[in-house]
């Protein structure tokens, strides 16, 4: 099997190495994204592997159907960058739901602690031998009122960390789980109620910056917000504003609306066009990774693993590939999924 594997990064090669030696699949390390203008590098291939930043909308599916493409396996969970719908019938497309969620929750937390407690300033501090503590003075979690706003796989692991600092949790999800103990609210309520709102639910067109303007100005003054989810969750320039008129505290974010030209590369020898991001980064109450919450040793051997089982399945077994993402799938009574047959 010949798998053509865009946005390749150093840290993509070994676990998927060694797994495609093990299975016999061949992946075609590409370091270009896919898109339009790049999507016929894929020809001669089987299927093709993507990440969280290529585009796979209508006319890249009818150009990798015409090359006789028959998966598209994304190595991510976020599937907002595939138009899956327009993929029915045509190509079918798997994803890796659960690499480590716990990495993806640590680094939330990583990012609420550096942030409440200034360690990202002191770490620069104390490397120039400054070790004055004005400016540094943080807040102590416990007793805090932590807003989740998801409690899937990824948000529960938040709440359960946030438990074990002893804040007190409140959450919103649109379907919220049946028997826990998790005390949902009302969005509105979150807003109100939060001094940290944490952001773990998909990108969605109804989740789609679901911190606005309107939102903000329902929050705490000093509310910390945290997105670890998708960028777009956020209205950036209402949080640069938000920011700016001292509504919010500090933003921790690994993710942001326009990161897909600018996240994952090496970007210090050129001046940065999203003035927006250059003037977040700048604040000294805002963090920004660059979408590296998942980048542990456990969650890229998983990812690997993971997407691999997905081609063998569809290749190699009659069943259902348990990963596939079908638009159709429980929307129907007769949902093929359900009867352990491929999608269509
Ligand atoms: P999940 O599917 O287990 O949980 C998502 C939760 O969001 C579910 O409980 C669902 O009911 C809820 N939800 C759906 N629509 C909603 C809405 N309109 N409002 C509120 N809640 C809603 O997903 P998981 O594994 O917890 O991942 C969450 C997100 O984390 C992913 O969608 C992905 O975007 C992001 N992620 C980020 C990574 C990173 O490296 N920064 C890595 C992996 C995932």
Known sequence: MKVAFFDTKPYDKPSFEHYGKEHDIQFKFLETKLTPDTVELAKGSDAVCVFVN?????????????????IIALRCAGYN??????????????HVPAYSPYAVAEHAAALLLTSVRRIHKAYNRTREFNFSLSGLTGFV???????????????????DICK????????????????SSIEYVSLDELFE???????????TEETKHVINQDAINKMKKGVVILNTSRGALIDAQALLEGLKDRKVGA????????????FF????NHILNDDVLSQLISMPNVIVTSHQAFLTKEALDNIAETTVNNLLSFYEKDGVCDNELCYHCHRIEECKKDRAEKCF
């Open 54 to 70: 290529d585009t796979v909308n209508a006319e890249v599916i009818d150009k990798l159907d015409t090359y006789g493409i028959k």
């Open 81 to 94: 960058n595939v138009d899956v719908e327009h993929a029915f019938g045509k190509i079918h497309v798997t």
């Open 141 to 159: 979690l416990h007793g805090k009122t932590v807003g989740v706003i998801g409690t899937g796989r990824i948000g529960r692991l938040f709440i």
């Open 164 to 179: 074990g600092f002893g804040m007190h949790v409140i959450a919103y999800d649109k379907f919220p789980a049946k028997d």
């Open 193 to 203: 109620r939060s001094d940290i709102i944490s952001l773990h639910c998909p990108l």
């Open 251 to 262: 933003a921790c974010l690994d993710v942001y609306e326009e990161e897909a030209d600018i």
């Open 265 to 268: 590369e090496d970007r210090s």
